[in-house]
């Protein structure tokens, strides 16, 4: 009897493990993860750019698929920020002096750089004002005032230009180096070494008049940019001339563009009003009336902290450096003093 009750108790035992438990068929959200591009612009074009296709880079894909923002498997990734190490980054171009030293600084920051695109990403995000009002308005180099209170601000993107008629209407994106000299090709178009955000106004202005002395202002921006007359009798006439405060920026910049593009240089001096500037060189690039301007606002302007911080956002950006501002010695290492 005992031996009978023992094994029916194990027969339901064995019936209770086999038909129990109906939730193997749950489902968990966790398997359905959307993902969208996380660099996308959402930015049009300069008004005075219609040209410019706009890729708004807003749909959405699996996990499984490379989103718009991710390089091509044949693109070198940029370093993120403050992984540079200056020794290794420069170490070709050790022990070089006067043009060769160019030339290894040109290769250095031609293998790194990738073209990222003519696009607001890099202006909205790195041309803030953190380091004057330090309001994160725009940092427009036109209409900031160093020492009092800026003439008006920027909100960052709904000022974006735009029409425009005067100042204060709206900012977009001025080349230093305009394009015009280099026939708006690419990749110096999208560089955002030479890239600054400005007011509209002040930079149809400036067009492609070179940088100057004034000497006798034609007309005179509300933080004191002037257009006129070059001052220098190596040169007659118009130019535009920035406040003092971003003299050196525009000047490295502008050394960072005959380094950067030395193999294509010489052939730019017939593009627009490229003459005035340039001499047909891949050496020297500038007339000596240019060259001598923009060694004297370099030593004017020394290196600050908001180029600094520009320079290794470019890096982290489109992959390369301006060596000028890295070291601001290579200038009179080059071109002398």
Request: glycine share 8%; net charge negative.
């Amino acid at each position: 009897m005992n031996i009978q009750l023992l094994l029916l108790s194990l027969a339901v035992l064995t019936l209770s493990a086999c038909g129990g438990g109906g939730g193997g068929n749950s489902s968990s959200s966790d398997g359905n993860i959307e993902t969208t591009s996380p660099g996308s612009d959402n930015s049009g074009s300069d008004s005075d750019n219609p040209d410019v296709a706009v890729d708004n880079g807003n749909s959405s894909t699996t996990p499984s698929q490379p989103t718009p923002s991710q390089p091509k498997p044949s693109e070198p990734t940029p370093a993120e920020p403050d992984s540079i190490n200056q020794a290794t980054y420069y170490a070709d171009a050790i022990g070089e002096t006067g043009y060769s030293l160019k030339t290894a600084l040109s290769r250095i920051i031609s293998l790194g750089h990738i073209d990222r695109g003519y696009n607001w990403v890099f202006f909205n995000a790195n041309d803030r004002d953190l380091y004057f009002e330090n309001d994160g308005s725009i940092l427009d180099i036109y209409s900031e005032n160093p020492t009092a209170a800026d003439p008006y601000h920027y909100v960052i993107a709904s000022d974006q230009c735009g029409n425009f008629n005067s100042e204060n209407d709206c900012y977009n994106r001025e080349h230093a180096f305009p394009q015009s000299w280099f026939d708006r090709d690419y990749p110096m178009r999208s560089d955002v070494h030479h890239l600054f955000a400005t007011d509209g106004f002040v930079n149809s202005r400036r067009s492609n008049h070179p940088y100057g002395n004034v000497s006798s202002a034609s007309w005179t921006s509300r933080n004191g940019s002037k257009l006129g007359n070059e001052a220098s009798a190596q040169f007659n006439g118009t130019v535009f001339e920035p406040i003092d405060e971003f003299k050196g920026d525009l000047a490295r910049a502008y050394f960072y563009i005959a380094t950067r593009y030395e193999n294509r240089i010489a052939n730019w001096q017939g593009n627009g009003t490229a003459d005035n500037v340039l001499n047909g060189t891949a050496n020297q690039v500038f007339d000596s009336w240019h060259l001598n301007l923009l060694k004297a606002w370099h030593q004017l302007d020394p290196v600050s902290q908001k180029e600094r911080d520009r320079n290794q956002a470019a890096f982290a950006y489109q992959g390369n450096r301006n060596p000028f501002v890295d070291n601001p010695q290579w200038v009179n290492v080059i071109w002398g003093q």
